[in-house]
């Protein structure tokens, strides 16, 4: 079975400085590895995926992750936040490619908070 | 592009009490998804539906909560009767091919 493990619940950061969030994943077949943020009242977006091409995926607002299948990890990096950045990240894992053929399963998610 | 609409974004009920949300996909979206998620915690699947066959109800609590997609388009969830640890947000979300879009979300509370 796949899950997905999220480091810490509650990240705090300062404006300027590197964000990293931190994301393990288990799965018995070659994972498809998902970053999604979420700000209050809102639904999910889509961050950045992994799906095999290249280990260092970039996404949007300047978030990048590095997949590692030696440390079976996913890290969310960005090299300085920003206040826009407080939001709740969660880290997912599927089968598939999150279309139709596989479910996606989520962490339990990380708040982070940015300081001026 | 329109995105995943949902109704209402907020319920507060009573324990025994029953409730429906609605959700309407982007327009083509073949693929839709009801996800409930508890606070602290990610959104769990509830049940997937292809069209408007279901693909995925095996974390659905069938005794309380059904779910319909008629014409393949539109989707209600219901759940009755209410119960207090059914509070949480109930996200919905549709696919073409890959990526899941997600809805605004339902915030219901059961008192």
């Known amino acids: 079975a796949q899950s997905v493990t999220q480091l810490g619940s509650h990240v705090s950061v300062s404006e300027g400085a590197l964000v990293l969030l931190r994301c393990n994943y288990s799965?018995?077949?070659?994972?498809?590895l998902f970053w999604y943020v979420q700000y209050p009242n809102q639904g999910l977006q889509l961050l950045l995926k992994?799906?095999?091409?290249?280990?260092l995926v970039k996404g949007i607002n300047g978030f990048e992750a590095e997949f590692k299948k030696s440390e079976t990890s996913f890290h969310l990096t960005k090299p300085s936040a920003h206040m826009s950045d407080a939001a709740e990240y969660f880290c997912?894992?599927?089968?598939?490619?999150?279309?139709?053929?596989?479910?996606?399963?989520f962490g339990k998610g990380t708040k982070l908070s940015v300081k001026p | 592009e329109a995105g995943v609409a949902q109704s209402p974004r907020y319920k507060i009920i009573e324990k025994r009490q029953s409730v429906a949300f609605w959700c309407n996909p982007i327009?083509?979206?073949?693929?839709l998804y009801w996800y409930q998620q508890i606070l602290g915690q990610g959104p769990k699947l509830l049940i997937q539906?292809?069209?408007?066959?279901?693909?995925?109800d095996s974390q659905l609590p069938k005794d309380r909560f059904s779910a319909e997609r008629l014409k393949g388009v539109d989707s209600t969830l219901k759940i009755q009767p209410a119960k207090l640890e059914d509070s949480a947000v109930y996200l919905c979300?549709?696919?073409?091919?890959?990526?899941?879009?997600f809805g605004p979300g339902t915030r219901l509370t059961v008192t």
């Open positions: 992994y799906t095999s091409a290249a280990t």
């Open positions: 539906f292809q069209n408007n066959g279901v693909v995925d």
């Open positions: 327009s083509g979206h073949a693929t």
């Open positions: 799965s018995s077949v070659p994972p498809y």
């Open positions: 997912a894992v599927s089968d598939d490619y999150g279309g139709s053929q596989g479910n996606l399963i």
């Open positions: 979300a549709s696919s073409l091919v890959r990526e899941q879009y």
